[in-house]
C-alpha cells in the first residue's frame, strides 16, 4: 500500500487531488496537510511513498516541505502540484528536489497517469512544463560538450536518464552502488545541475 500526503490549502482542490492520487495508486492510503506546518507534522508520523505539494500554501512555500522531506527520505517522491508554470517556480522546484512538476490546469486522469510513471522513475513533467525546461536550459544552461563527460559518466547519465535507480544502474553497468553515486556526483557538478529531473533532460539532448 502506498502512502501519499497531499499538501494543498484550498479544501476543493485537495479532495480532487485525493481522488487523483487514490486513481494512481489503488488502496493508497492519503494524509491530507493545508500548510507547511501541518505538512512538516505529518512527515513526523510515517514515511510517504509519494507527496503531492502545492507552492503556495498560507504560511510558507511548498518547497520548505519537500526540502524537508529529502533532508530525510530520499524515497518519497517529491511531486509539485501548481498553477504556476513559471522559470523560476520550475526551476527553484527542482533545486529543492523535486521528482515531479504537475500542473494542476490537467485533466485528473492524466494528472493520475503521470504520477504514476513517477513511481516507474521517470520525472513527472506536465507537456508545458517540459518545453519550459528545455528553453530554460537553451538560454542559461551550461554547454556541457559531449567530451565534457567520461565514458563511464554517460553510460551512468543515460541510466539516469532511462528512469533507472542508483542500484539498478550499478546493476545493469557491474559497478558499485558507491562508484554509481561518485559518477552521478561528478555529472551532475560538470553539468550544473542539481535533480534527476534536469539529468534525465540532459541525457535526452546528449541522445543518450
Not at 530520499?74 to 529543492?96: H, M, N, R
Not at 545493469?172 to 561518485?182: E, P, Q, W
Amino acid at each position: 500500500m502506498s502512502h501519499v500526503l497531499i499538501v494543498e490549502d484550498i479544501p476543493d482542490v485537495r479532495a480532487w487531488l485525493c481522488e487523483v492520487a487514490r486513481a494512481a495508486c489503488a488502496g493508497a492510503e492519503i494524509q491530507e496537510a493545508d500548510s507547511v506546518r501541518a505538512a512538516l507534522a505529518a512527515l513526523e508520523t510515517a514515511p510517504f511513498r509519494i507527496a503531492l505539494i502545492d507552492l503556495g500554501l498560507p504560511d510558507g512555500s511548498g518547497l520548505d516541505v519537500a526540502r524537508a522531506i529529502k533532508a530525510n527520505n530520499l524515497e518519497t517522491f517529491c511531486i509539485v502540484t501548481t498553477i504556476l508554470g513559471d522559470d523560476a517556480s520550475i526551476v527553484g522546484a527542482l533545486a529543492a528536489g523535486a521528482d515531479g512538476y504537475l500542473l494542476k490546469d490537467q485533466p485528473a486522469d492524466i494528472l493520475a497517469r503521470q504520477i504514476r510513471e513517477t513511481l516507474d522513475g521517470r520525472p513527472a513533467l506536465s507537456p508545458a512544463i517540459a518545453r519550459r525546461l528545455m528553453e530554460h536550459f537553451k538560454r542559461t544552461g551550461p554547454a556541457a560538450e559531449d567530451a565534457a563527460l567520461t565514458q563511464r559518466e554517460r553510460d551512468v547519465l543515460a541510466h539516469v536518464g532511462r528512469g533507472l535507480r542508483n542500484h539498478e544502474a550499478a546493476k545493469a553497468l557491474g559497478i558499485s552502488d558507491h562508484t554509481v553515486a561518485g559518477h552521478i556526483k561528478s555529472v551532475y557538478r560538470k553539468l550544473g545541475i542539481s535533480t534527476r529531473a534536469e539529468a534525465a533532460w540532459h541525457a535526452t539532448r546528449l541522445g543518450l
